[in-house]
């Protein structure tokens, strides 16, 4: 496997999640539950749990009822997908 394709399939992964958490939050939005949402609920539950914290935070602060663990997970992995492909490129550039 080359470090292109290692790079490529851990990016794909981080896709594929992003993908899963906006399934899951369009499917709770309607209260969904059957064995799909429940497998993803639990799919995405380590990406998601440690914004928890942050969104009831601003839920008290703001007295918005919303939920933004979702669009805040969804900003993490697109930073760290960032951050992936740039070491990707330093990594590359040191050869």
Avoid: C
Avoid at 27 to 52: C, E, H, K, Y
Avoid at 72 to 90: H, Q
Wanted: aromatic residues 20%; glycine residues 4%; charged residues 10%.
């Amino acid at each position: 496997m080359t470090l292109y394709r290692f790079f490529q399939a851990v990016s794909a992964f981080l896709g594929v999640l992003r993908v899963a958490i906006l399934i899951h939050w369009f499917l709770t939005l309607f209260n969904a539950r059957n064995a799909v949402v429940d497998w993803l609920g639990m799919f995405i539950q380590p990406f998601v749990s440690p914004f928890r914290q942050l969104s009831l935070w601003l839920m008290r602060k703001t007295n918005v009822p919303l939920d933004f663990s979702y669009f805040f997970s969804l900003i993490g992995l697109t930073v760290i997908n960032r951050l992936w492909w740039a070491l990707y490129a330093l990594l590359r550039g040191v050869r």
